[in-house]
């Protein structure tokens, strides 16, 4: 009963703060931004004052979908984003640069985050195949315990939450950067500057929330560990 009780607070903190981010964004992508400019142009901007020649700006499908990929150095904007001319994609444009920028200067939270990754990955299919291996063994082999899972599950959340709380200074930095640059660079008014650091905090709650969540549960299954000892 705990358990899913935690799930579902969890849950609701994580769809509350979802909805709060839309609500924002869509606030935001209303208020024409006063220079002009569209978050690709934005985003090409900010590389080349920062000395960036080698990542590209691109157009990728769907909402929120934006992010920087480290691997093929490209700034990846929703379509919202690379060919809007609000504050909000404003705002958007300069944080996924600024994770570039902090790819560009080895910014060593970043860097851990990006050799996590593929454990991370491995952690989540791992616990796939644990719940899947507990529901078959419980209603038909017998033989996949809860006691013998529950080690397995205590070292995935280990992971999800060193993951989760690494990617915190990530996404502040980069929000950091966006926000000084954009300011240095005169791109926003000081009114268009607030609601493009309201846009951009809405959405570092996302990870602080799941950083939270992902604490939350590790904290459990370690008390379960350690009571059946």
Same mark, same amino acid.
Request: negative net charge; glycine residues 6%.
């Given at each position: 009963?705990?358990?899913?009780?935690l799930?579902?607070?969890i849950?609701?903190?994580s769809?509350s703060?979802?909805?709060?981010l839309?609500r924002k964004f869509k606030?935001?992508?209303?208020?024409?931004?006063?220079?002009?400019?569209?978050?690709?142009?934005? +985003?090409?901007l900010?590389?080349r004052?920062?000395?960036?020649?080698?990542?590209?700006?691109?157009?990728?499908?769907?909402?929120l979908?934006?992010?920087?990929n480290?691997?093929?150095?490209?700034?990846?904007?929703s379509p919202?984003?690379?060919?809007g001319r609000?504050?909000m %994609?404003? *705002?958007?444009?300069?944080?996924?640069?600024?994770?570039?920028?902090?790819?560009?200067?080895?910014? +060593?939270?970043?860097?851990?985050?990006? =050799?996590?990754?593929?454990?991370?990955?491995?952690?989540? #299919?791992?616990?796939?195949?644990?719940?899947? %291996?507990m529901l078959?063994?419980?209603?038909f082999?017998?033989?996949?315990?809860?006691?013998f899972?529950?080690p397995i599950i205590v070292?995935c959340?280990f992971?999800?939450?060193?993951?989760?709380?690494?990617?915190l200074?990530?996404?502040?930095?980069?929000?950091? #950067?966006a926000l000084a640059?954009i300011?240095?660079?005169?791109?926003?008014?000081?009114?268009?500057?607030?609601?493009?650091k309201? *846009?951009?905090n =809405?959405a570092?709650?996302?990870y602080?929330? %799941?950083?939270?969540?992902s604490?939350?549960m590790?904290?459990?299954?370690?008390?379960?560990?350690?009571?059946?000892?």
């Open positions: 009963m705990l358990y899913l009780v799930i579902g607070v849950a609701l903190l769809f703060v979802q909805q709060n839309k606030k935001y992508s209303q208020v024409g931004l006063s220079m002009g400019l569209n978050g690709r142009e934005v +985003a090409e900010m590389l004052d920062n000395g960036i020649d080698d990542v590209k700006v691109v157009s990728v499908q769907g909402r979908t934006d992010h920087y480290p691997l093929d150095k490209t700034v990846n904007l919202e984003v690379y060919e609000s504050v %994609a404003t *705002a958007v444009a300069a944080h996924e640069c600024g994770h570039a920028v902090q790819h560009a200067r080895a910014y +060593a939270p970043l860097k851990m985050r990006s =050799a996590l990754v593929p454990i991370q990955n491995a952690s989540g #299919r791992i616990m796939n195949f644990i719940f899947m %291996a078959i063994g419980s209603l082999l017998g033989m996949f315990t809860i006691e899972a529950i070292a959340y992971v999800f939450t060193v993951f989760a709380f690494i990617t200074p990530v996404e502040y930095d980069a929000t950091k #950067r640059w300011d240095e660079r005169s791109i926003v008014t000081g009114q268009e500057h607030d609601m493009a309201d *846009a951009l =809405a570092a709650r996302t602080l929330v %799941a950083a939270i969540g604490l939350i590790l904290l459990y299954w370690l008390l379960q560990m350690l009571a059946d000892r």
